[in-house]
């Protein structure tokens, strides 16, 4: 950069005493040396040790010249930082509670997640913290969190196996078929737990998201046995707020077997699938994959039944954590302009919002949720789930080190 800006400095004069065509054989010759665009340089010729002359009182004149060395950098910051050290460490906290969410989801929940915490006597802020903590920004969250923020990441796995025939007596999902905006119609998927290493048994997590409210229910079984996962199904059902009235699973043969298309016809659940090949079929699903059961179990292997049992239990208390406490967007439109893809956000809202919101919860089971979410301490919450995920780790780290296959490293667990 010091270079091209001597090539400048030095041909500036030259360059303003010339005639037009000289200007052009001089613009030819610096562009070559220095890459420049042609507007741009030739801007900078003529600015560099241009005198400009103000007239001033009483006879005075003001004279201003350009720098000739040019721009070296950013000047210092004028303006004070708006939040000082005392609003971001409060904030910090609060995204650490909150299970470390992106800016947008923070924001919407902090007009009703700093009252609740204030009226628990889990946060104290003075006047001044507590006004700039309720008034900013989703980008300014995200700038104020962007070094803690990058020190968080991992990748994910697949054990789907393909289906048998049975699928096609399984017919495939359209977005015709179901009615998004009731709840009761969810998404279901299983997470391996493998840790890496595919060989023997190993635990896996259903995974059951409702379209409609994005609340998610989650259970661990010892295997990926048929038995094992309809059972784990038919406990998450009686958990769920609202009847369950459809699903939708990928074409893993776990779930495309005559077991649970039984079972779904007898309840009078409609059953679906998704297209071979095309994983964004599921996508309400697959994002609380990572979003919901790998933040919190990881990519350890977990193969004994001590750490199916710590699973659950953390999982019995997480869910409420997840769906009472972390908001979520929802797609609302998708338009494309040219190449690019605009895409339009709902406000980020908490499952249990969603549910409070929909006209097609009964009275009965708004007030069971209302008066549930209330009796909830988000701060205890959190710190039990932090004891029952430690709980997990050391299950996990008492195996003997003889695992099968490569060693796994229980760092990598979450």
């Known amino acids: 950069m010091g270079a091209r800006r001597e090539v400048i400095v030095q041909a500036s004069d030259e360059y303003r005493r010339a005639s037009k065509k000289g200007k052009g054989l001089i613009l030819d010759r610096v562009t070559a040396t220095t890459g420049y665009n042609r507007d741009y340089a030739s801007?900078?010729?003529?600015?560099?040790g241009r005198r400009l002359y103000l007239g001033g009182g009483r006879g005075a004149s003001l004279i201003l010249q350009a720098d000739r060395k040019g721009h070296k950098g950013r000047g210092k910051r004028k303006r004070p930082r708006a939040y000082?050290?005392?609003?971001?460490?409060?904030?910090?906290?609060l995204w650490k509670m909150m299970d470390y969410i992106c800016g947008k989801r923070l924001a919407a929940a902090l007009p009703w997640l700093v009252p609740k915490l204030e009226a628990s006597g889990d946060l104290t802020l003075s006047g001044e913290t507590r006004d700039k903590v309720m008034?900013?920004?989703a980008a300014t969250i995200d700038r104020i969190l962007a070094d803690r923020k990058r020190k968080l990441r991992l990748k994910e796995r697949s054990s789907t196996k393909p289906g048998t025939l049975l699928k096609h007596k399984i017919p495939i999902r359209t977005f015709a078929d179901w009615d998004e905006k009731r709840p009761g119609f969810a998404e279901i998927d299983l997470v391996s737990h493998e840790?890496?290493?595919?060989?023997?048994?190993?635990?896996?997590?259903?995974?059951?998201?409702?379209?409609?409210?994005?609340?998610?229910?989650l259970r661990a079984v010892k295997n990926r046995a048929r038995l094992w996962t309809l059972e784990a199904l038919k406990f998450i059902r009686e958990r769920l707020p609202f009847p369950l009235q459809g699903i939708d699973s990928d074409n893993d043969s776990t779930f495309i077997n005559c077991h649970l298309q039984g079972y779904c016809e007898e309840e009078r659940i409609t059953f679906t699938r998704s297209r071979a090949g095309n994983k964004n079929d599921n996508c309400y699903v697959e994002q609380k994959n990572w979003s919901v059961v790998r933040r919190v179990a990881g990519y350890a292997r977990y193969d004994t039944d001590e750490e199916v049992k710590a699973l659950n239990d953390l999982y019995d208390v997480y869910r409420l954590y997840v769906n009472f406490f972390l908001p979520s967007a929802k797609l609302v439109s998708k338009t494309r302009v040219g190449a690019k893809v605009r895409k339009l956000y709902d406000t980020p809202q908490t499952p249990y919002q969603r549910l409070m919101a929909s006209e097609d919860v009964t009275g009965e089971v708004k007030s069971s949720l209302k008066e549930q979410f209330e009796a909830l301490n988000l701060a205890d919450l959190k710190k039990e789930v932090d004891r029952l995920k430690t709980r997990l780790n050391r299950a996990f780290a008492s195996k003997s080190k003889g695992?099968?296959?490569?060693?796994?490293?229980?760092?990598?667990?979450a």
């Open 135 to 137: 008034s900013i920004s």
């Open 403 to 413: 695992l099968p296959g490569k060693e796994i490293d229980p760092g990598r667990v």
């Open 43 to 48: 801007h900078l010729l003529c600015l560099f």
């Open 195 to 217: 840790g890496g290493n595919a060989k023997g048994e190993f635990a896996f997590t259903l995974d059951v998201t409702d379209v409609a409210s994005g609340w998610t229910e």
């Open 84 to 93: 000082d050290g005392e609003a971001a460490a409060v904030l910090a906290s």
